[in-house]
């Protein structure tokens, strides 16, 4: 297996030629803009023929079989370019992840290779319209149709499922048991009769999630992932790589931090501003570190989440105060500030993120189940 130091340099050198031939595409985190879908999907073909897709999947089923930490290598060598690291989140991080851990074969071998090739993409429909935080509410149902499912409900919040071919998706198949219990994790066929996906416009202007109407739509036997009616534990795990996925990387944070520092320098009150910034840059790697130690404790992933969310919306706001009278013109920074907002709420909230880690975390009383 080739070293870590030799991998960091040939990826580097990788992404460089990328960069310069106009093939890479720019980082933009967990939800891909439509205006980048192309672009994104263009770049992860390109990934795939130079072996940096599925840098730590087994080579079986399309990775390059090498371990988590050259996969850790390829994000940071990606993040200190400005380079997204992967087309589609919801298919690698979320959809990708969840198969090879509870994947039989064959869902193995139809998914995983084209998902590191793009040729599918992903969205994920967990959240209703009355059930987001409390997840395990949900009502869509599964019904037994032959030997396969009918799927009815309604699913809200779900990104890029404009331009998904496949989804991961939870719903109900046991009516009759409470909550969690009775709920199971299906990979989802987009194209299916009764699907109906109609885009939001969200503040930023643009159309980046939608609702998904789903009127009896098949599913077929061999879409069931884990167990019937214990899609629970499933979810849970996808939400853990969510969650820590979220919570970006060290290196991005330092990005964040520099460019503040320069526009800290420039500015005509300049020892308020470096004070700002540098409270702002001390905070960030802080949280840089906890992200680290994610790894190896994944109860932190929820407080590395809302650490690196909650000062990620502090930051966009200081961009545009730094900017002076200018920042109140749409510009460079009005985009990532109008964007954050929304990232304290994906993945799950930051209250619900602080419950987690009163729970888990500090060992205090659960709160009050309803
Ligand atoms: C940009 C973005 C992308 C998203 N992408 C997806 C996606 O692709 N797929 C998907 O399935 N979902 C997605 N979501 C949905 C996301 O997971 C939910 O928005 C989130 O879980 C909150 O649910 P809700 O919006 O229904 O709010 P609610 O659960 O209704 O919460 C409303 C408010 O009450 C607070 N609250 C709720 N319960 C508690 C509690 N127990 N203690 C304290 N406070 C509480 C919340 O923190 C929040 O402030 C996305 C959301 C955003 C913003």
Redo the contacts with the bound molecule.
């Keep these: 297996m080739i070293d870590l130091d030799s991998f960091t340099d040939e990826a580097g050198s990788f992404i460089d030629d990328a960069v310069a031939e106009g093939l890479a595409c720019p980082a933009y985190g ?2 891909l803009p439509p205006k980048l879908y192309d672009q994104a999907r263009t770049w992860q073909r390109h990934c795939r023929r130079g072996g940096y897709a599925g840098v730590h999947w087994p080579t079986e089923y399309g990775g390059r079989g090498l371990s988590a930490d050259h996969y850790v290598r390829w994000s940071v060598a990606c993040a200190e370019r400005g380079v997204a690291p992967y087309a589609n989140f ?1 298919g690698f991080v979320l959809a990708g992840a969840a198969i090879l851990k509870y994947g039989t074969e064959q869902q193995k071998q139809q998914f995983l290779a084209p998902t590191l090739s793009a040729d599918i993409t992903w ?13 395990a509410s949900l009502s869509t149902t599964a019904t037994v149709d032959g030997d396969g499912w009918a799927v009815t409900g309604q ?7 404009q331009f998904a071919q496949w989804a991961i998706l ?1 719903a109900r198949t046991d009516p009759g048991a409470t909550n969690h219990r009775g709920i199971s994790f299906f990979l989802f066929d987009m194209t299916t009769d009764g699907v109906d996906v109609r885009p939001l416009r ?1 503040m930023t202007g643009e159309s ?2 939608c609702e998904v109407f789903i009127d009896g739509a098949r599913i077929e036997a061999d879409g069931l992932l884990g167990p019937l009616h214990g899609g629970w534990g499933v979810a849970t795990s996808v939400l853990a790589d969510e969650r820590a996925g979220v919570a970006s990387t060290r290196t991005g944070l330092r990005r964040q931090t520099d460019s503040l520092r320069l526009a800290a320098a420039g500015h005509d009150q300049v020892h308020a501003a470096e004070a700002r910034v540098m409270a702002l840059s001390a905070e960030s790697e802080a949280i840089g570190h906890l992200f680290g130690r994610v790894g190896g404790d994944p109860r932190l992933g929820p407080l590395s989440k809302l650490g690196r969310t909650e000062l990620a919306s502090r930051m966009t706001a200081a961009e545009l105060d730094l900017q002076g009278a200018k920042g109140m013109l749409v510009g460079d920074a009005t985009e990532p500030f109008l ?1 954050a ?12 993120q ?2 987690l880690v009163g729970e888990r975390l500090l060992g205090l009383p659960r ?1 009050p189940r309803r």
């Design positions: 967990a939800i919801q969205c994920q429909l967990f959240s209703e319209p009355d059930s987001g935080s409390d997840l699913k809200v919040w779900s990104s890029t499922a939870l969200q980046e999630f964007y907002p929304g990232m304290r709420l994906a993945g799950g909230t930051s209250e619900i602080r419950n709160e």
